[in-house]
């Protein structure tokens, strides 16, 4: 490995969690190439702006966001939702446990964009809560209270059931369902 | 294309444009300290949330991407 790694050779390195990112937030591949593309643009031309030695991924991410967010808002953001509720609404909730990709796609597509964001941003990027609040640029507490919320709100939506009965916590839940 | 060029320093939302949710009432707000979620479905939705994200990153990158990053430093490099 060099050591003087270019700032293109740092940004290959950086696209395909970029597009992991893009693709789970927007739902949709092709738009997620074309988010990753501009972001790559932007991310070049204010390269000078870009801090050495501070976190390039999150900053990139937060270019890829921004960039995502004004789409959405140009997009008719109303309009969007409704296309995906319509398109969810036929699906009986997955089993937890057999969860699988496109379920998880579809399941995340009905968080709200900011839920989506965080628990993506967290839970898949493996962010620090401080830098994931950098990149949506909110506050640390705003970043937790979003991933607890859209937890809840998956488990919610995957079990039917509300957090916190979900998951039987006395003995008797236990026995009665496994016959343990 | 006009691309805005001030992308990096906008992640300060402008209110009007997009209200944060925190604003609108939501119904488990008021109910105080939400529940927590029972840690072997948190554990799993975390997994299977990685498996989707790594799936997507594990993909080949396309050929476009990385033109345009190598066309973009051979750009520089004329100057």
Redesign the interface.
Known sequence: MTETK?F?DS??EA???L???A??LSGDAQLS?DL???T???????KD??VPDSNLKA?LF??LR??Y??YY?KSQREELDEDHAAMNASVPPPQ??H???DD??KA?MRL?P??REA??LI???GFSYEDAA?????AVG?MK?RV??A??R??EE??GQ???E??P?DEDAVKSSSGR | MQHRLDAPEDCKRTDGDFPEPEGQPEPEAAKGPLPQLPGFAAQLIGQRMRAMYDTIAQEPVPDDLLELVRKLEAKEQQK
């Not at chain 1, 950098?134 to 909110?138: A, T």
């Open positions: 270019s293109g940004l290959i696209i395909p969690n597009r992991a990112f693709h789970s190439n990753v593309q501009e790559l643009l932007k991310a070049w031309t204010h702006s870009f900053w937060t270019i921004n960039t967010f004004t808002r937890l446990t969860l699988e990709f998880m796609q995340l709200s900011d839920h628990l993506l839970t898949a990027e950098r990149v949506c640029g909110c705003t209270s607890n919320r937890r809840n998956l488990l995957m079990t509300l957090p916190g979900a998951v916590d």
